[in-house]
């Protein structure tokens, strides 16, 4: 159950990344759509938080193509839903993601990414 | 009977049966809803504004159940992969982690808009994980500041725990300050050894709200709220009746929308023949 949501917040914690290590890459992902409760006052309250270059690109990794190149301006009911459908109801389910800096492979199994470093990594 | 902290590490001692019988016996459910209940009474969000939580040690979901219920989106982590999986059969809504929170986080600051942790952070004083670890207050102070950066500021994270004793208090709090949280300790029931609840209030920035005072911790007579609460949960298992162990399918979607409409929840998507439909990933 990552959806891109939490994966627009992640960055690689192993020891030492603390650079270019945002956002990170899926890999042989498995992706299933999942319908949720259309909220637009949480996505309001969202937006700030959001880093739209990697929303995008992950949206668009993920085979959707509905978000605009920029952030609009006007936040229109149907902007807002195709927000609301990549932020929320794309949930992945198998794969893997890879830090851009580090390598480390974070895997995706049923849903549950393993966030766990080995000894060497923890910071 | 011995503090589970002290048997073994979290991730065995919750292991495939503890994870079951936890999560199914009836008083843990309803204590762990009444703290989380507290938890979020404490964390004193601004009403009316849907806010996006951490749940810490988020367990098989009978925290995040209620956080569910409550309408909150939330991410939760653990280190216990048996409790997770309990919790992914209990269909909570929330994302899902395997993570040591002694390891620290990796999400971008000003992630959250609030942190609850019931009944975990008793875990990082004593036992050791299976995973490399180091010492206890290398793993708090880790712990704690890359907490606060995720935390968007001002904003609060609230821990029911279990201390053993004061000195365990006094070493959590001054490593949480050092890693910039203000706030302290909250204790409901002091003088009730059954109803005595332990509760440690951060604050990041003013904390939100008004005062920056701490809270008072709830004193004199016990509320006896537990039947409301019981009832509640009765019906949640009531719902999930029939459906649980499968995957969220189309059917499941269905039968949970009917729920919703049926509780009378606004905005329900309509059902499409897109609905729980699995979608592979083009590149
Ligand atoms: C008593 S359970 C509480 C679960 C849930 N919050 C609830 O209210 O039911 C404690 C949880 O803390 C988790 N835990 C202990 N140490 C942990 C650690 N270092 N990192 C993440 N989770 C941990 C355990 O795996 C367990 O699921
Ligand atoms: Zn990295």
Redesign the interface.
Known sequence: ???L??HN?????AKGCTTN??PLE?KD???????????P??LR??MP?I?WPALLGAAR???DTSLPDQLPEMLDDDFLKALHHVL?EIHVEEGIMICPNCQHNYPIL??????????HE?? | MSRPELVAPPEIYYGDIEAKKYTKNTRNQQIQADMTYRALELLNLPPD????LLDIGCGSGLSGEILDEEGY?W?G?D?APSM??VA?EREV????????IG??????P??F?GAISISVLQWLLNAETS????SPPHRLA?FFT?LHS?L?NPSRAVFQFYPSSDDQIQLITSIAQKAGFGGGIVVDYPNSKKARKVFLCLYVGGGGGSQQQLPEGLDGEEVDDSKVRFERRRERETAKQGKRGNV?DKHW?LKK?EL?RKRG?E???RDSK??????????
């Open positions: 159950m990552v959806r949501i939490t917040l992640l960055a690689c914690h290590n945002f899926f992902v498995q992706v299933v759509l999942r319908e949720s409760e259309f909220n006052e949480f309250g969202f938080k880093e990794e993920l085979g929320l049923n849903g549950i990414p393993n966030m766990l470093l080995a000894e923890i910071a | 504004e849907p806010a996006f989106i991410t982590v280190i997770l999986e992914l809504e929330g994302d899902l982690f395997l993570q040591d390891q620290g986080f990796g999400f971008r000003g992630s808009d995973h490399p670890t180091s880790r890359t995720s968007r969220k979607i929308k919703y929840k905005s329900v998507p897109f609905t729980g439909r699995k979608r592979r990933p083009v590149f």
